[in-house]
């Protein structure tokens, strides 16, 4: 079976890495390796600061916890489990809102200082992951190779090993515990992330994680509670930032090795499900077909599955980041009627594929066509209103408008509706 041409399956991000044609699909790549030890010879070491700091807070965090609960000062577990499950919800947040959409992925042509501060500074350091300037262009690596197919340099690939249990612990965890060997893909990503903001909180990052997530809740344990409760705070602080990394490092795991949308190109597997992220979780197909977008989905579905999408909304409308991106209705619609097509490729006879691939083709491009309409009637709208018209002028090109528009919507829905219809049809021939 002929596949689709995959060079026009989306408008996939990043500028920072490479344009080569794509040698295997992202959705079903071949495994590179036979165990997570060949790794070794490839050039990757293990990072013993990072494990080694991983490991102890792990232990601390699952031996250390019941007895903090247990031996904790009257009324002050309280405030011990308010701690971690607020310092989770805000470096989760911070993830999601600043390193990942904002500065990974750019979804807003300029961000302001406060944000950065607070979510930068503050949030992501609360978060555990590292520095958002490498954080960041290792994101951009890992969107890369749904445009290169070059899956050897996803830095925390689902697909290299070819056991199930190898991909989720390396995506999951594994992949922030090692040295990966120097790429220029993952070289250029970096040097392309170099706001002030990204350089200072990348070379402030270990100070500023001993300051927050150390001494700060030590020396609030104590002053409420002397050593005991300096101790208590600070197994309370770990737990914090252990579920923020765990919470997150599902979008790396889970969504790109389980899933049931049917159709998706790229390395993620899920578009619906997984809400702990905050969003990330959730239409992550979506998200990989468009990853500019400040959005992390398309539709009504988009909306309710996605809270850091109101986050942004809410810093937008404060003036604190401008120039939100999203994908058009066109761009939409082609990476909606892609994923169908390709659907239906795979569930029916060859045969009837090649009686059917240019007609549905054509009603696809007629969608695509009624769309860019609407698009083009939007911007003029826009326009229009940036004008110094006299008002009965104004008025009344604004009606003229409006009414356009809305046939343009009406048209937009038909051929959607005559795409799918069409769909429809050729799956019920196949059982004619």
Not at 262 to 288: C, Q, T, V
């Amino acid at each position: 079976m002929a596949p689709l041409d995959k060079t026009s399956s989306a408008v996939l991000p990043d500028s920072a890495v490479d344009n080569a044609a794509v040698e295997h699909s992202p959705d079903n790549p071949a495994p590179l390796y036979n165990s997570i030890g060949e790794l070794f010879s490839h050039g990757f070491t293990i990072d013993w600061a990072t494990m080694g700091y991983v490991s102890i807070t792990h232990l601390l965090c699952l031996i250390a916890t019941p007895f903090a609960y247990i031996y904790a000062p009257a009324g002050l577990w309280q405030l011990m489990l308010g701690w971690t499950l607020l310092q989770a919800f805000i470096g989760c947040l911070s993830t999601t809102v600043y390193s990942h959409r904002l500065i990974a992925h750019g979804a807003a042509k300029s961000v302001s200082w406060p944000v950065h501060i607070a979510f930068g500074f503050i949030g992501q350091i609360l978060a555990m992951q590292g520095s958002v300037r490498r954080w960041a262009a290792l994101h951009v690596v890992h969107h890369g190779i749904d445009r290169t197919g070059q899956h050897q340099h996803d830095p925390y690939s689902a697909t290299w090993f070819k056991s199930a249990w190898r991909n989720f612990l390396w995506s999951h965890m594994l992949a922030h515990l090692f040295h990966h060997p120097e790429s220029e893909p993952k070289e250029r990503a970096f040097k392309a992330k170099n706001h002030p903001a990204l350089v200072w909180q990348d070379r402030l990052y270990v100070p500023l994680m001993v300051a927050l997530n150390h001494l700060l809740p030590l020396a609030v344990g104590f002053y409420l509670a002397g050593w005991v409760g300096a101790l208590c705070i600070q197994v309370a602080a770990i737990g914090g930032f252990i579920l923020a990394q765990h919470n997150t490092w599902t979008v790396n795991s889970v969504t790109h090795m389980w899933g049931f949308t049917r159709g998706i190109y790229s390395s993620a597997k899920n578009n619906f499900i997984w809400f702990g992220p905050l969003g990330e979780g959730n239409h992550h197909g979506d998200h990989h077909d468009f990853g500019r977008d400040y959005r992390n989905g398309f539709g009504w579905s988009g909306w309710l599955l996605d809270p850091t999408r109101y986050v942004i909304l809410l810093l937008n409308a404060f003036g604190l980041v401008r120039g939100l991106r999203r994908a058009s209705k066109e761009q939409e619609a082609n990476i909606v009627a892609l994923r169908k097509l390709r659907e239906a490729q795979a569930g029916v006879q060859q045969r009837l594929w090649d009686c059917w691939e240019e007609r549905l083709d054509g009603l696809r491009s007629e969608w695509l066509e009624a769309a860019k309409r609407w698009e083009a009637f939007k911007a003029e709208k826009l326009q229009l209103q940036s004008l110094s018209l006299p008002k009965f002028e104004l008025e009344a090109r604004m009606n003229k408008l409006k009414a356009d528009m809305q046939a343009a919507k009406h048209q937009m829905r038909a051929r959607k509706e005559a795409f799918f219809a069409g769909l429809y049809e050729m799956r019920a021939a196949q059982y004619a």
